[in-house]
Structure formats: structure tokens, C-alpha cells
Nanobody
Framework: QVQLVESGGGSVQAGGSLRLSCIASGSTFSTYFLAWFRQAPGQKREAVAAIGRAGLTKYADSVQGRFTISRNNAENTLNLQMSSLKPEDTGMYYC?????????????????????WGQGTQVTVSS
């Protein structure tokens, strides 16, 4: 099992940047598939970015070119660098982890594939 704790959220103006981090417990962090999801009030939780064991990444169209997902297996950390933030990026951001994913590119954005979730960190972008 793995426990996830997010940090780095906050309030910024449009055009600003934030860096989210997710620290995981456990010694097998490098074997997990990881992702960031977000949920705005009244909206469904949606995928933002995901990263595979070997570093393969996938991004939602809405954040492509603005967000960068990365992982540091030595420090058990998942990061999300967010730039050129927009008001529509506002929401609770969650990190997720899953040890088994036979087809990463196909299922990386399917939240039902992830068994481990953090408690979330709030991101608010004002116009």
C-alpha cells in the first residue's frame, strides 16, 4: 500500500504559476503509475496528467504545454509544475497511484483504475 499527501496549492492570479507536490509512503514508489486529477465544485473529477513507471507522460488537452508532470523515485515524490494558469484551472487537485496498469496510455486517465488517492490540495486562480 501507499499513502499520498499533496501540498503546494494556493491562490494565484491568472498567468501565474504553482508547483504541486505529492509525497508517497512506502518503498515501492518506483513501481507505481501516477497521476494528477482535479475537481471543480459541482464538476466531475478529471485527469490532468499522468506518468508511467519509465517516465512516459500523458496530458489533458486543456493543460498541454502549460503543465509538466514529473516524478522523483529517490524521494518518493510526484510533482506538477503549473504555468500560465487560468481561472478554469481552479479546483481541488488530487494525486493518485496504482501499481497495476497493463495499458498505461489507454487507462491513465481513467480514475477507476487508481486505488490510492491523496486528500487533495486546493488551487484557486483568479482573473
Amino acid at each position: 500500500q501507499v499513502q499520498l499527501v499533496e501540498s503546494g496549492g494556493g491562490s494565484v492570479q491568472a498567468g501565474g504559476s504553482l508547483r504541486l507536490s505529492c509525497i508517497a509512503s512506502g518503498s515501492t514508489f518506483s513501481t507505481y503509475f501516477l497521476a494528477w486529477f482535479r475537481q471543480a465544485p459541482g464538476q466531475k473529477r478529471e485527469a490532468v496528467a499522468a506518468i508511467g513507471r519509465a517516465g512516459l507522460t500523458k496530458y489533458a488537452d486543456s493543460v498541454q504545454g502549460r503543465f509538466t508532470i514529473s516524478r522523483n523515485n529517490a524521494e518518493n515524490t510526484l510533482n506538477l509544475q503549473m504555468s500560465s494558469l487560468k481561472p478554469e484551472d481552479t479546483g481541488m487537485y488530487y494525486c493518485a497511484a496504482e501499481p497495476l496498469m497493463p495499458d498505461f496510455l489507454r487507462y491513465a486517465f481513467d480514475l477507476t483504475q487508481y486505488n490510492y488517492w491523496g486528500q487533495g490540495t486546493q488551487v484557486t486562480v483568479s482573473s
